[in-house]
């Protein structure tokens, strides 16, 4: 199963109680999926056709909710992955229109609208709503692992204006696709795609993202402090090979008889020890010395080398 069929058929389980939402919810469903006609004798058909039986079931409901009458058939489509596509089909008279004028299809002077009136997005919880029946509807998401990536198309630009607006009030940044036949609105990041699962109410996909998001900050972190170590026994490496140059030359110019007791300490150490940090070095004078105590020798015994 895919993760985009696992995160539909989480949002298909979630308890749709306020009727408000359910408008919201239905408005993006037959927005997304579906297409209005206008029959003989001032009479209206909706219909909208889906690729999971979930899907269709959770708008089957909604649509039930209202007291209308709706047609349920599949369909064979040999020619997709999915075998079977799943469409609703609702017509009517009066009772169909005022319908679609909830759903926001139709205006109050019974013009067929473009845009979602803001009524039906107003509330916070009827935005997530509508976000979640665009995704049930035409949405795709990648497994959290892969490259990041959530999308929803349609063929309505406004349609995905409204869907982008909605979107940025609960801090959603979703992206429109251009140049291509199918329009569309996507985000790449982690953290909204995340965010997304959560404001629709796929908790489960939203904890594998978090899940993924938490390992990929560990190693990120893991990275750097490796990085970060690697360089520092290069830096040490370079130093200790400086150091060791300066002995060297100490000990060919006849200096060596010169110099003082802590000095001959020191750089007979860092010949013995020529991996070992500042620190370790301090740690094998006897008495043992501070870093800063080392480091001072270190940098005498390379002046007195020229």
């Given at each position: 199963m895919s993760f985009t069929t696992t995160v539909k058929q989480e949002l298909n389980r979630v308890a749709r109680e306020r009727t408000c939402c359910r408008t919201a919810e239905l408005a993006a469903l037959f927005r997304a999926a579906g297409s209005f006609h206008l029959r003989s004798g001032e009479r209206y058909g909706l219909e909208a056709a889906f690729g999971l039986a979930a899907t269709a079931r959770t708008a089957l409901l909604l649509v039930k909710s209202f007291d209308l009458p709706v047609e349920v058939r599949v369909r064979e489509e040999k020619r997709l992955r999915q075998r079977k596509r799943y469409e609703l089909y609702l017509e009517g008279g009066a009772r169909l229109v005022q319908f679609l004028n909830e759903i926001g299809v139709l205006s109050d002077r019974l013009i067929l609208l473009d845009t979602v009136p803001h009524r039906i997005i107003k509330r916070r919880c009827c935005r997530e709503a509508f976000l979640r029946g665009a995704f049930l509807?035409?949405?795709?998401?990648?497994?959290?692992?892969?490259?990041?990536?959530?999308?929803?198309?349609?063929?309505?630009?406004?349609?995905?204006?409204?869907?982008?607006?909605?979107?940025?009030?609960?801090?959603?940044?979703?992206?429109?696709?251009?140049?291509?036949?199918?329009?569309?609105?996507?985000?790449?990041?982690?953290?909204?795609?995340?965010?997304?699962?959560?404001?629709?109410?796929?908790?489960?996909?939203?904890?594998?993202?978090?899940q993924r998001a938490i390992l990929g900050s560990v190693r990120e972190a893991a990275n750097r402090r490796a990085n970060c170590d690697q360089a520092n026994a290069a830096r040490c490496s370079r130093a200790a090979a400086r150091q060791i140059r300066s002995i060297s030359r100490l000990k060919e110019s006849g200096a060596w008889d010169s110099l003082s007791p802590n000095l001959v300490e020191i750089a007979e150490l860092r010949l013995r020890h020529p991996s070992s940090t500042i620190m370790e070095l301090g740690g094998l004078s006897d008495p043992p010395l501070s870093k800063s105590a080392v480091n001072h020798r270190l940098r005498r015994l390379a002046e007195l080398a020229g």
């Open positions: 509807a035409s949405g795709s998401a990648s497994r959290p692992g892969s490259a990041a990536h959530l999308e929803i198309y349609s063929g309505s630009q406004a349609f995905l204006d409204t869907l982008q607006e909605a979107a940025a009030t609960l801090d959603l940044k979703l992206s429109p696709v251009r140049g291509r036949r199918r329009p569309a609105v996507y985000a790449k990041s982690l953290a909204t795609i995340r965010d997304f699962m959560v404001a629709t109410g796929a908790h489960e996909a939203a904890l594998e993202f978090e």
